[in-house]
């Protein structure tokens, strides 16, 4: 018989820093397994928890005005929440067991962060209006105010942000072009099928500039023009920067906390356990030891975030922790399609199964050794799981093209 997992007895409050995905779902978790001790929320916006994917769609477009996830009666009468909204995090004392954030000391007996990552810019760009970027909510506000028809829309960065955010301009009745400094776009997400993807752009009217960078801002008071490192200029009603973005922890640079060298990271085991006792941490921040690819990475997905802060908050509560592991699961939506990954794209082979970019539906599948390691999809939803649970079974690369071939021959 299986035993229940107790909470642990010396835990009387959970402080959960980032008022994000991950952290809600570590309030969700910490009830569900039975906490009945205080649960403090902290979070840098004014915001309560809302969805961040539609904000560079539905949200962006006018299709939805709200992606709040629970209202305030939701969380404070039903869940027992203390909300800390609009107090950033500004240090953690790991010896004493206290956060500092909004002027205040907060203490915990367990701790988990989920602060998520934020936006990087470009030099010079708080220096004029008309240039955004696109991480909050107040971001896609301001965006979809500037966004009006005709309007000339400079995207930076090539990648799922950036190519939703020119799709949306386009059905806003902007003008849109994509400036990527890589000769190829997407190829960390999707490896050699990024030029592919690529093509959707040109396909609906939108150019994207390869291999330059922004070397410039033109303009007194408001955005202009931008010129380029091969030193052409491109007029600008509104420049949108999407070059991705950089863990939020400058908060425990001087903590103790051990954060990744490279990209500050929160270093976390297999448990999404820190090197301080009793914290953990959860979502875009986390740099942990994925054990179903026996490697340590970083997932900046909804996905991942959502199932990393429920795991968290249960590790951190429970005297029997358990390991993470998953198949990193994404998806972006342009001009009507929608692409699906799943896996990892650093490939030794990438065959075309099905369908091609051209036909707006296409199965590619990722193959390392003999094995399936990714899969992308474009407007086949009916694969896509089949396909992460042959990876996460570490499937052979037949056994997986035999699925794809299986999985078409149903629908025809």
Not at 144 to 171: D, H, M, N
Not at 218 to 227: K, M, P
């Amino acid at each position: 018989m299986n035993s229940v997992p107790t909470i642990a007895q010396d835990c009387r409050k959970l402080v959960i820093v980032g008022a994000s995905l991950a952290g809600l779902r570590a309030v969700e978790a910490a009830r569900t397994e039975g906490f009945t001790g205080e649960i403090a929320l902290i979070g840098d916006e004014q915001h309560l928890p809302y969805d961040r994917p539609p904000l560079s769609k539905a949200f962006l477009e006018g299709r939805t005005q709200d992606t709040t996830f629970r209202d305030v009666a939701t969380l404070t009468d039903e869940l027992g929440v203390q909300l800390h909204l609009g107090s950033p995090a500004t240090g953690l004392d790991l010896e004493h067991r206290k956060v500092i954030a909004g002027g205040s000391e907060i203490e915990y007996d367990r701790l988990i962060i989920a602060t998520g990552s934020t936006a990087r810019t470009i030099d010079g760009g708080s220096a004029l209006r008309g240039v955004h970027v696109l991480r909050t909510k107040d971001d896609a506000v301001a965006i979809r105010e500037a966004v009006t028809p005709g309007a000339r829309v400079i995207v930076v960065g090539g990648g799922f942000i950036g190519s939703e955010v020119a799709s949306s301009c386009l059905k806003l009745g902007a003008r849109a072009t994509i400036v990527e400094a890589a000769p190829v776009p997407l190829t960390r997400a999707v490896g050699s099928l990024g030029a592919a993807l690529t093509t959707l752009h040109g396909m609906n009217g939108v150019e994207v500039r390869t291999g330059l960078a922004v070397d410039e801002l033109l303009g007194e008071n408001r955005i202009t023009a931008v010129r380029l490192s091969d030193g052409s200029i491109l007029e600008a009603d509104l420049l949108i920067v999407g070059i991705g973005s950089s863990p939020a922890t400058s908060w425990l640079e001087h903590s103790g906390l051990a954060l990744h060298p490279i990209d500050r990271g929160v270093l976390c085991d297999e448990n999404l356990a820190t090197n301080s006792d009793g914290v953990y941490a959860a979502g875009d921040v986390a740099y942990w030891d994925n054990t179903t690819f026996g490697r340590r990475m970083r997932l900046e997905n909804w996905t991942s975030a959502a199932q990393q802060g429920g795991h968290a908050a249960r590790n951190a509560l429970r005297s029997d922790p358990a390991s993470y592991g998953t198949v990193p699961y994404y998806w972006s939506d342009w001009y009507g399609k929608r692409i699906q990954f799943v896996g990892l794209p650093d490939a030794e082979e990438v065959r075309i199964c099905s369908g091609s970019v051209e036909e707006g539906r296409l199965v590619a599948l990722y193959r390392s050794k003999n094995r399936v390691i990714g899969a992308l999809t474009i407007s086949q939803p009916r694969h896509i799981m089949k396909l992460r649970a042959q990876i996460e079974a570490q499937a052979s690369w037949e056994s997986a093209v035999d699925l794809v071939a299986a999985t078409e021959a149903l629908v025809r």
